[in-house]
Every structure is written in structure tokens, then in C-alpha cells.
């Protein structure tokens, strides 16, 4: 079992639409947590990251971490076709360590 | 704001031949991260630096090598070459005086293709 579980989708909605994104870990030593956003044969560009549990907003994304449950979450408010995308989750333990990612989310948002 | 960059962004080789990638960190950062990212796969760690110095090892083969330079630029060098290391190579970067995260940086990634 990975350590980081991601349902890869692929996830299709209408515009306007909030997604949903979800990830949940194995390891109750992660307490870093960030969200990441790739396009085709593009890098990962940082979109969010929290530090142990609650949520944080930034524009349409908000980002939320259980660690009670071990479970995080990116909701998209009013998604735009330049929205899709695979958004990938990632974590660890210790600041500066290696990031354990999630296998990703491929998101399509339609017009 | 300046990136990750990464050089080649693009590269073919043979198999058994060698490959030397290259990463130019953000200014100022301190810290260089190499990933690997096969085809629909999540991107898996292989090795960090700090301050020139290996700080973290990770899935790396021991027929690839890597270092951390005065300039903070770090080189990923690949010998023999094998059809499964055909991949995304990215290298990401941090400084470790920014904060309490643990936000990495990446660059737009090497590929590689071994014939």
C-alpha cells in the first residue's frame, strides 16, 4: 500500500462547477501539506500548502487537512477550463525533507 | 519572480551511454531536490543538497550520481543507461530560512528517452 493514496480520475465537470480533490495517507507523521498543479509535460507548480491540521484560502482554492482522519482536501470554487489539469497532492514528515506525492487527479473542465 | 531552471529540457540517448542534467535554483535557495517521474506515475524522490552536501538519499540506482555546486546548481549524472530511465527529471528547490514549510520549487523537468 502507498503512502499516499490519490484517486487519479480522470475528473470531468462543467464550468462554475467546485471540485473536490482528495487524498488520504497512512503515515500520522506527515504534518506538511501541499497541493501541486501540473500540466502535460510541464512541472509541478505549487499551489497550496498547510502545516498539520485546518484549512487555508487563497482565491477560488482552499485547501483543508484532518489528521484525525488523515485525509486532505482542495475544493475549487468556480473552475475554469484553465483549470484542468493534474493536481497532485505531496507531504511529509520533517521540513526539508523528500515529498512523498500522491499518484494525481487529472481534472477536465469543460466550457 | 526567476524559476527552477533546468537544462537540457530535452534529451536522447543510447543505451549504456551517459546523460548529465543540470538545475539552476531559485536565488537564494539552498536546498536542491531531484525527482523522477515516469509515464502516469507520481514523481519519486532520489536525492537532496543542502549547502552542497547530500542531506537526503532516496530511490537513486548507484549508477547515478549527483553534486551540489558553489552557485548552488546541481548535476544529475546518469551512466549505462537504461531503457527504464526514460523519464521526467525534475529538480526543485528551497530555502531553508524562508519559513516552517516545506514548499519546494520545481522546474519545468529534463526529459530524457533512452533508444
Known amino acids: 500500500q502507498k503512502e499516499v493514496e490519490q484517486d487519479p480520475g480522470p475528473l470531468s465537470v462543467p464550468e462554475g462547477a467546485i471540485v473536490s480533490l482528495n487524498c488520504t495517507y497512512s503515515?500520522?507523521?506527515?504534518?506538511?501539506f501541499m497541493w501541486y498543479r501540473q500540466y502535460s509535460r510541464k512541472g509541478p507548480e505549487l499551489l497550496m500548502y498547510?502545516?498539520?491540521?485546518g484549512n487555508k484560502e487563497d482565491g477560488r482554492f482552499t485547501a483543508q487537512v484532518d489528521k484525525s482522519s488523515k485525509y486532505i482536501s482542495l475544493f475549487i470554487r468556480d473552475s475554469q477550463p484553465s483549470d484542468s489539469a493534474t493536481y497532485l497532492c505531496?507531504?511529509?514528515?520533517?521540513?526539508?525533507?523528500?515529498?512523498?506525492f500522491g499518484k494525481g487527479t487529472t481534472l477536465s473542465v469543460s466550457s | 519572480a526567476a524559476g527552477v531552471i533546468q537544462s537540457p529540457r530535452h534529451l536522447i540517448k543510447e543505451k549504456r551511454e551517459t546523460a548529465t542534467l543540470k538545475c539552476y535554483p531559485i536565488?537564494?535557495?539552498?536546498?536542491v531536490y531531484w525527482y523522477q517521474q515516469g509515464p502516469g506515475q507520481d514523481p519519486q524522490f532520489l536525492i537532496s543538497?543542502?549547502?552542497?552536501?547530500?542531506?537526503d538519499k532516496g530511490s537513486i540506482p548507484d549508477r547515478f550520481s549527483a553534486q551540489q555546486f558553489s552557485d548552488y546548481h546541481s548535476e544529475l549524472n546518469m551512466s549505462s543507461l537504461e531503457l527504464g530511465d526514460s523519464a521526467l527529471y525534475f529538480c526543485?528547490?528551497?530555502?531553508?530560512?524562508?519559513?516552517?514549510?516545506?514548499?519546494?520549487?520545481f522546474g519545468p523537468g529534463t526529459r530524457l528517452t533512452v533508444l
Open positions: 526543485a528547490s528551497r530555502w531553508r530560512g524562508s519559513s516552517s514549510y516545506n514548499e519546494q520549487f
Open positions: 503515515n500520522s507523521a506527515f504534518q506538511y
Open positions: 498547510t502545516y498539520s491540521s
Open positions: 505531496a507531504m511529509s514528515a520533517v521540513a526539508g525533507t523528500a515529498l512523498i
Open positions: 536565488p537564494r535557495h539552498d536546498t
Open positions: 543538497f543542502y549547502e552542497k552536501m547530500q542531506s
